[in-house]
């Protein structure tokens, strides 16, 4: 059995069973108050990091709020999630545009919006920033191969060779841009620090060649986000990564360049529980020890990082307790896909005692759930996502639904 207490402390359960349980389900409520305290942390941890947050993992406009307040950047990857940001308040001058794939007429628009920073892996997309964000500051992401150690990767797609991205950095001043940095993501959920050891001596190779052969001065290390959020295979404390990732830097460069980090599922992941309900229990055959929990959430509704069963949420139920007698599950969503199975392989045990309108909960689901949700796939709407704070609980959109 999975211990709720090992993530979700008693105090805060309570309080969480209590401002819920009037909602609907399927619900995802998200503690802001975890998500600064998580920003907190990365920042007191990396005192001379500059957080860009990836404003994809949880774009609510609550998180955008208090990620402003509490003085952070943004790492945007499409001109809608600028839209969001710009509407709060933000200045441009606070967001990267970290997307290497996008069009000329979205460079355009970052550009003509105040965005003056911009990733990119390709000549394409360099030539089209040239073209439309003119003295822009541009850094090459790179590729990372050996990603088999991150639980839901980033590589393959993202990022190019670094013969390529000193290529590209030439470039880029030849065309009236400026030759800012580096920046790669080491996967997310990545579980071994060593990942950024060597992503790290890469970006000093292309530091020290830059500026030997093309007198080309780079200042900034974009190491994108990949820090862990607290699911069922255990990592290593922040406090781990940011020791061992510090002594990399020192070894490395004499003096460490400026620093971004890109953290999404860090900041946000512990901060949500989703809340969902048994449809339907059964078995397929007489005698089968496992048995099919169907529930009103699934793959398309707010658990596609179940994909392959790569992210293995806590899932806990109110059954729970010391002694009970619990069997093998397979845990489904409800629409007519069979794609919608959420853990087959991995033996998640749930009390026997389980029925039909008991409630299932998913901890840890806070990054990269709700705006995964399908529209309508089946009629089923978009799973609801709710904030709160001490002071209310809040909608999607800001708006306050009730005050605690
Ligand atoms: C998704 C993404 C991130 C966030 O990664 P996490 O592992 O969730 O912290 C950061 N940077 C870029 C460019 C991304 O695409």
């Not at 200045?91 to 628009?109: L, Q």
């Not at 290529?167 to 579980?191: C, D, T, W």
């Not at 820090?227 to 003096?255: C, G, M, V």
């Amino acid at each position: 059995m999975i211990k709720r207490a090992d993530f979700v402390p008693d105090e805060e359960w309570n309080r969480f069973k209590e401002i819920t349980k009037d909602f609907a389900t399927p619900n995802i409520f998200v503690n802001l108050d975890l998500i600064e305290k998580n920003y907190r942390q990365l920042n007191k941890t990396f005192p001379y990091g500059k957080t860009y947050y990836a404003v994809k993992s949880n774009p609510g406009v609550p998180v955008l709020r208090l990620l402003d307040k509490l003085g952070s950047n943004f790492d945007i990857a499409t001109r809608y999630e600028l839209d969001m940001v710009l509407a709060q308040g933000i200045s441009p001058d606070r967001v990267s545009y970290g997307n290497t794939i996008k069009k000329a007429v979205d460079v355009e628009y970052f550009y003509q919006k105040g965005v003056r920073l911009f990733a990119t892996d390709s000549k394409d997309d360099l030539k089209n920033i040239a073209a439309k964000a003119p003295g822009s500051k541009i850094y090459v992401r790179i590729l990372i191969e050996n990603s088999s150690t991150a639980d839901w990767p980033l590589s393959r797609k993202f990022g190019c060779h670094p013969d390529m991205a000193y290529n590209l950095l030439v470039m880029a001043k030849e065309k009236g841009l400026i030759p800012y940095g580096i920046s790669f993501h080491v996967g997310s959920q990545q579980r071994d620090i060593g990942q950024w050891n060597d992503a790290i001596a890469k970006t000093k190779y292309l530091f020290e060649s830059l500026e030997e052969e093309e007198d080309i001065k780079l200042e900034m290390i974009n190491m994108g986000g990949g820090f862990p959020a607290h699911y069922i295979q255990p990592t290593n404390e922040l406090s781990e990564y940011a020791s061992e990732i510090t002594r990399y830097l020192n070894d490395d460069f004499e003096k460490i360049p400026k620093i971004f980090f890109e953290p999404g599922r860090s900041l946000t992941g512990d901060s949500g529980i989703l809340t969902s309900e048994v449809v339907l229990i059964s078995r397929k055959n007489n005698t089968s020890l496992a048995r099919w929990v169907y529930l009103d959430c699934g793959m398309f509704n707010g658990l596609i990082e179940t994909m392959g069963e790569a992210i293995k949420y806590p899932v806990v139920t109110d059954k729970d307790r010391e002694g009970v007698k619990e069997g093998e599950v397979i845990l489904a969503g409800p629409t007519c896909d069979s794609a919608d199975i959420m853990y087959e392989n991995e033996k998640y045990k749930l009390p026997i005692d389980l029925k039909s309108g008991d409630k299932v909960y998913w901890l840890s689901t806070g990054a990269y759930t709700a705006s995964y949700a399908s529209v309508g796939f089946n009629g089923y709407p978009p799973i609801k996502i709710y904030y709160y704070d001490q002071k209310a609980v809040y909608d999607e959109a800001g708006n306050t639904l009730k005050e605690l």
